[in-house]
């Protein structure tokens, strides 16, 4: 018998009906609804993140536990009781003043940040920051205590459970080490390319055609989910019934394309998550760092790939009314060049932006570094890695992202983790299946979903973040595969 | 001190954000979601409902409320206790075990139902019909037990609190009386008069774009609701967004338009509500006829006065390109025609259908009417209402409506109950503010909404029914009202 682990999934099912309950409001305030719902919303908003809160740390959940850990449990089981465990050390780990007290200053220093950043006015936000970093020290304290992690460890493990900060810096020294160089190289080799921008303007409701047409060819299920548009493209709603959104410019098409591609990748992964484990701790995505790998493999490897572009471009220029060329789309789509603004960033540049996050981050939790000098670092950070001097432009320098705003330290090498991810994934599959490219062009898009389905999107969270990847790829996490990927598709090597 | 009672209004103001989700999960269902997506939503409104059960029936209520009654409170606390009170006492109505037995035989009615209609199927829908019919009556006796009131009544006091059968039968007697001749009358007028009809088709984004300047023209605030489509029309939503719907036929558009002005009525009801008791059962719609008796005056008092229907047919035109004349207009928003489905139905023959489902959940209830004999008693209630035999007609005769199969009798009355308090209220404006066509042709139509902002939205469930008609009007509801209207209206009297 099982008593006590079936009482535990019950119950987890339950708070995932709770949870169902606000994805749908954090997707209806993104796309449906009114400004004057917010106050309501949010009210509500509270008092269901309370709920949920309260049943992760119901005092019952420890003793059922330990007495489902002595029980007959499948490896099924096992792998979902760990992972509630996880769950409620999780919800456990903060006293609840420190919650209350941290969502407070951040609430303070994102919503004048979103002015302050417009004015450039660093004085202004340096005394929000450095008081939610307070609390986010007082955070990660607590949750080492809990753990017996080091303090920024407790934060990346909770967006990339397992990975620590020690072996980021062993998987992220080769692209450190081989970066700048890889970026002036392509950008040499670029140098002698021109053609002429794409004319526009172009109609949204053509957009979202060709949008609706890309995710079809991905094998987005419409019975199972939507498209809509918000500020800040996402992918959310449940598994069931996955909500990805994007955003138009009249102007230039590519951002809202790539986009979509991008957030298809999320949603097939959750469209695709084991349907015997729905609403259990097990059955979710495993990470932050896999759930991007998945939308930069649909964007990176397969979108931007030059069969991908093949097979896109009539179906572009049909809903468009043109007659662009896959060598242009190909050009335009494949621009290097160093700037200030991460989510701009090119697929070569963009883990420099991470690179120099990362160190900041560590940097800010261990104390050597202070928010007050956090500027000049950024800058010297640039300037190494990306040639660029920000000195004075706070907006466009350590302004830049929402992240730190909020108090969420440890998210920021999810994305780079994704791109490595994607590119190792791709060739493990290639060893199996062939190139990618051949895959494409023989319309055997359905061999490489139903591998990605099989080694990842099934696994669920069945697996700890390592072991999947060792099962899928037959090795641990490489920064090698991503270096490789940019300069076979950049430089040709 | 009021202790008891603010600790009341606390556990009702959480109640009111849980129930925030259950309605935005109704709207995002009839309009967003995809099918796939039904099965994790039905899942996830089973729990939320049984959650918000819970917190209506937790067992320290009745001490509080007792304790709360010997605290010092307002006049308006005291009615927001009252309300308390009453939905606990709802809440508590009937066994779980009841509650689950009518849920699942309503599912399969209903879902029986919607194949077995199409077939004219009877035979295949008395017994589940039956087996509706036996768990509803259980349901009064339970609901009698606790009210002290007769079975039939306490349904009726679910929708419209404080109204009685015995009452009904007063108030609908004038209308058995008198509406056969008066309809025959107005179809001996109306033969005389000829017009073509209105050529289409009519695009659907015209006529979306007439609804949204109509709404605003009603005074609807977008900054607080919305208009969607959905296969059957509703208001729903919450108080600070209101989300309303209607459906689109390139043939016709006199139905949606006439749809979004009544459901605006609704929409304006909501969003006047008071807001110092945002989330309190005082702070609630009334019941379900005073809502309809907001409907129904924007749709009718409003809507099809010839004042309205010239100031909108300029907007009517110039959206669809057309050269309609008001005369037109008002030729095809007033034919009185006797039919057999009852959301057909025009103004004049609507109170018929009715008065024939009041007779017949009466007789239902007090077991002289049997299921198997119901096709029999509808088609001579037809006949005597509407000079219309449906022998035989099951699908536009009994089978026409979803309320039976899902066991909600007592709530058709509220429909010709609104249409009665919206003849009453525009008398007392009348009274008041002078004749609402001179306000329409003078654009004093925020006067109109003042009036029904001060006497109707702004009282929520402050006073009772009645107490709240008769503060507004001078006197209780009575059916002569709607009788002059339509006299005045149909027959020039």
Sequence with gaps: MSNHYLALKQHFTQISHFEHFSALGDWDQATMMPMGGSEGRSDAMATLAGHIHGMKTASWLADFIDAAATESLTALEQANLREMKRAVMQANALPTELVEAKTKAAYRCENAWREQRKHNDW????????????????????????????????????????????????????????????????????????????????????????GRELMQLLGFDFNQGRLDVSSHPFCGGVPGDVRLTTRYSEQEFA?????????????????????????????????????????????????????????????????????????????????????????????VTYPCHILLRFEAEKALLDGSLSVADLPDFWSSQMSSLLGINTDGDYRNGCMQDIHWTLGELGYFPSYTLGAMYAAQLRAAMEQQLGPLEELIRQNRLAEVFGWLETHIWSQGSIKGTDQLIQAATGESLSGQYLLSHLKRRYLGE
């Design 255 to 347: 951002g809202a394309l790539l986009g979509v591609i991008h957030e298809t990748g999320h949603a097939r992964y959750e469209q695709g998550l084991p349907l015997a484990l729905r609403g259990q701790p097990a059955g979710a995505a495993r990470s932050m760092g896999i759930h991007e790998s998945q939308s930069l493999f649909f964007e990176m490897q397969l979108g931007e790939s030059p069969a991908f572009i093949d097979k896109i471009t009539p179906i572009i220029n049909r809903h468009l009314h043109k007659s662009f060329s896959a060598a242009e789309l190909t050009y335009h789509y494949s621009r290097v060049k160093p700037g200030l603004i991460r989510v701009d960033a090119d697929e």
């Design 123 to 210: 004085q202004g936000f340096k005394p929000n920051l450095e008081a939610v970093m307070a609390l986010v020290r007082e955070e990660a304290a607590h949750r080492a205590a809990a753990t017996g992690l080091s303090p920024y460890d407790t934060l990346l493990d909770k967006f990339e459970p397992g990975i620590t900060s020690a072996r980021l810096d062993d998987i992220f020294r080769p692209l450190r080490g081989e970066l700048p160089d890889l970026i002036r190289r392509v950008r040499d080799r670029q140098a002698s390319e021109q053609m002429a921008p794409l004319e526009g303007p172009f109609p949204i409701a053509a957009q979202e055609a060709i």
